[in-house]
């Protein structure tokens, strides 16, 4: 998307919460959810790694809901569907926001793929003891 021209956003799910939340506080939230219309794409890194509140909660499925159909989103997780109410808390939103999520989607399921982090790291010298003489 980013090389055909595309704006695109990568943001870690943390931030954005928070940053959608302060804009709920504020009672600017619809403006905020307007300004992210302007990206074609926005890539969710690591959507389970927050533990997030209600309220977190709230403002993640109204962004959800908001771009529903309108607006693709990439998400990245470790966590599978069924882990999903860990992030939004009860049984009824979570299927909800699966139901969107999933509709018109692809799922790619890396889990089998060797983590890049920890290819790199073994192919990393290892410091060794230094050897008497």
């Not at 504020?26 to 959507?47: H, T, V």
């Amino acid at each position: 998307l980013v090389e055909q021209g595309y704006p695109v956003l990568f943001t870690p799910t943390g931030a954005l919460v928070q940053r959608l939340l302060a804009a709920k506080r504020d009672l600017r939230l619809p403006q905020e959810l307007a300004k992210l219309d302007r990206f074609e794409c926005l890539i969710l890194d690591d959507i389970g790694y927050v533990q997030h509140n209600r309220d977190e909660m709230e403002v993640l499925f109204t962004l959800l809901a908001e771009r529903y159909e309108r607006k693709s989103i990439i998400i990245t997780t470790n966590l599978v569907f069924s882990e999903w109410e860990r992030i939004f808390k009860d049984p009824m939103t979570t299927l909800a926001a699966i139901d969107r999520v999933v509709h018109h989607s692809v799922i790619l399921d890396l889990m089998s793929v060797e983590s890049y982090r920890a290819k790199a790291a073994g192919a990393k010298p290892t410091a060794s003891a230094p050897v008497a003489t």
